[in-house]
């Protein structure tokens, strides 16, 4: 059965590193000595090593060590072979893009459908969605396809802003990129502000968090979510 | 003689549409009667009829009539027969998707480079740099390629904006994004702050408006540069 956390981000505001949701990890990951990362998204241009360094660190409060993806000779054997994944945030282009090119994409989905727990912040979490056309990062590389794992029957938004209604820049707003995002495709779309993540037990998924979420949907004026299960 | 005109934006707070720059527009059109206009990146899903209807109505009133690329049967002999070319605002990514789909990107590049007056702004201007993967704009259609005219030696962000020191929000700045690009490609990226824009004269591009510009260029501390002759 499908055990995922989807977070909206790693860090919230005057927190460390995953620091705001160690607890539920703690839980989620209960009988885990390991937990395989994927640090592709090396935000800000970091290096897998250096990017390994910092879950390692966020997981030896809960007693789980961290093993990178490229320290191992063939990541798809890596994956098949893990009880938990941890793909990082950072940028999604990158992230998929490396994805792409190791063919990780159907063997992550496989081993997610198969017991493997996932759990995804920000980039990490965008990938679960059919694809990644809500991203709100930079196209810093070109993908062979912006197709994702298709793990959850919508698309999300990680660190879902709302308007500012005092801002003077004429840049579009999150809501507006959305709604463009809509006019294309016909996927929904949840926009998760950070502190918020979503817990999948097989079909069911709920909203974690006390924030609500902003669901938006082709031809329907967007709504707000409440914490629980939703019904998307 | 290359001769354009790259706005960060075609509309600056509390103004109408291109309403800060109609003063230079009609010095840049002057002897122009008529520009064709080129609507597909569509903000907020606009239809091409709709998009051109504003661009028209602005033109008007310095005597310019304005018709849309899509009114032609032949899009590539559209560009190839006019003396002024404007590529509006709104999504890159369906923006870059349509001219490549219309085989449009080396016909646009040739007319601009035998004497066709260019005007973009936003995702018109983004355009005119190497590739787009500086954009800020949401990936919502896939294009087959993420090059663009290159036109000028260098990329475009549009819309740039300082971080705000006040902010509690964990998404990356404009700034990070920008410093992410240069960890995988090396090509300076020009920050352009709502209410500039660049003419290019040949080889010559010049900073105009009141405000400076921030350029990143890869290992270095990004630094403003004031309004006057570029040396990038």
Known sequence: MKKMLIASTSTIFGSAYLEYILTDLALFFKGVDEILFIPYARPGGISHEDYTKIADSAFRKIGISVKGIHEFGDPIKAVQSSKAIFTGGGNTFVLVNALHQNRLMPVIKKAVESDTLY????????????????????????????????????NLNPHY??????????????????????????????????????????ENISLKG?????????????KELTPGILKI
Chains 1, 2 share one sequence.
Do not use: C, Q
């Open 119 to 154: 759990l995804g912040t920000s980039a990490g979490s965008n990938i679960t969605g059919v694809n990644m056309k809500t991203t709100n990062d930079m196209p810093i590389v070109y993908p062979p396809s912006f197709e994702t794992l298709g793990l959850i029957p919508f």
């Open 161 to 202: 802003l709302d308007p500012d209604p005092n801002s003077k820049h004429k840049g579009e707003t999150r809501e507006t990129r959305i709604k463009e995002f809509l006019t294309f495709n016909n996927i929904p779309v949840l926009g998760l502000r950070e502190g918020s993540w979503l817990e999948v037990n097989g």
């Open 210 to 222: 006390k924030l609500t979420a902003r669901l938006f949907l082709k031809n329907e004026i967007a």
